[in-house]
């Protein structure tokens, strides 16, 4: 029974390139979530997603940052034209979706390094 | 918005020993889920224990136990007969309960806790 998949675990990008995260769910979960942990810090939510419909994006930047969950294949967090700020780990959660059970596995993030 | 916060930045512990992590929140929720992820070195986020808000019985899970005080709105961590392996960062965590599923989690900044030989 596989866990949350994240790749590639880790990624080094210049500044101005994009940086795409993928993450597969566990199975038989329906919901995807993203959250950045900056150094030293907690995690702190990025968005929160179901099959083909973003449900709450508040977290994510409005600018160079989108993400996806589609029909088919792993929800993809994608930053456009990356900054060093932008340096961080994102790691991608799962659950089930169906209450009561709807605690979050964590995936093992992808820790992005911007130069 | 719902906070939570975790005032113990670093702890340590005599292996064997047992410690306490704080943590206390702030919601004007009344249906909410608590829980406590552990991150080991490796930076996977574990869950270690989960507790539900309208349970007033507290949460168990082997060495792993919660004090939960709603009313304080408070949610610490003991660790019993505390293990090498125990070393890690503790976050405590909110999550609003809702009909539709799943909410986002709202994460303290973590307890680092070094367990000694």
Request: positive net charge.
């Given at each position: 029974?596989?866990?949350?998949?994240?790749?590639?675990?880790?990624?080094?990008?210049?500044?101005?390139?994009?940086?795409?995260?993928?993450?597969?769910?566990?199975?038989?979960?329906?919901?995807?979530?993203?959250?950045?942990?900056?150094?030293?810090?907690?995690?702190?939510?990025?968005?929160?997603?179901?099959?083909?419909?973003?449900?709450?994006?508040?977290?994510?930047?409005?600018?160079?940052?989108?993400?996806?969950?589609?029909?088919?294949?792993?929800?993809?967090?994608?930053?456009?034209?990356?900054?060093?700020?932008?340096?961080?780990?994102?790691?991608?959660?799962?659950?089930?979706?169906?209450?009561?059970?709807?605690?979050?596995?964590?995936?093992?993030?992808?820790?992005?390094?911007?130069? | 918005?719902?906070?939570?916060?975790?005032?113990?930045?670093?702890?340590?512990v005599?292996e064997?020993?047992?410690v306490?992590l704080?943590?206390?929140?702030?919601?004007?929720?009344?249906?909410?889920?608590?829980?406590?992820?552990k991150?080991p070195?490796?930076?996977?986020?574990?869950?270690v224990?989960?507790?539900?808000?309208?349970?007033?019985?507290?949460?168990?899970?082997?060495r792993f136990?919660?004090?939960?005080?709603?009313?304080?709105?408070?949610?610490?961590l003991?660790i019993s007969d505390s293990q090498l392996g125990d070393t890690a960062?503790y976050?405590?965590?909110?999550?609003?309960?809702?009909?539709?599923?799943?909410?986002?989690?709202?994460?303290?900044?973590?307890?680092?806790l070094t367990v000694?030989?």
């Amino acid at each position: 029974n596989a866990g949350v998949m994240q790749n590639p675990r880790h990624l080094v990008r210049r500044r101005g390139q994009e940086a795409r995260l993928r993450c597969s769910p566990m199975k038989g979960h329906s919901h995807v979530y993203w959250y950045r942990q900056l150094p030293e810090e907690g995690l702190k939510f990025m968005v929160y997603l179901q099959k083909e419909n973003i449900i709450d994006e508040s977290g994510m930047p409005k600018e160079r940052f989108s993400a996806e969950f589609p029909k088919e294949g792993p929800s993809i967090l994608r930053i456009q034209q990356v900054v060093r700020g932008d340096s961080a780990a994102y790691f991608c959660a799962s659950s089930p979706g169906t209450v009561p059970t709807d605690t979050q596995y964590f995936g093992p993030g992808t820790r992005l390094t911007v130069l | 918005a719902q906070t939570v916060t975790q005032s113990q930045p670093e702890m340590s512990v005599q292996e064997a020993e047992t410690v306490t992590l704080s943590c206390t929140y702030d919601t004007s929720e009344n249906n909410y889920y608590l829980f406590w992820y552990k991150q080991p070195p490796s930076r996977q986020m574990i869950l270690v224990i989960r507790q539900e808000a309208y349970k007033q019985q507290n949460a168990t899970e082997n060495r792993f136990s919660v004090n939960f005080q709603k009313a304080a709105k408070s949610f610490s961590l003991k660790i019993s007969d505390s293990q090498l392996g125990d070393t890690a960062m503790y976050f405590c965590a909110f999550m609003k309960r809702t009909r539709g599923g799943s909410e986002k989690l709202v994460f303290g900044k973590g307890t680092k806790l070094t367990v000694n030989p």
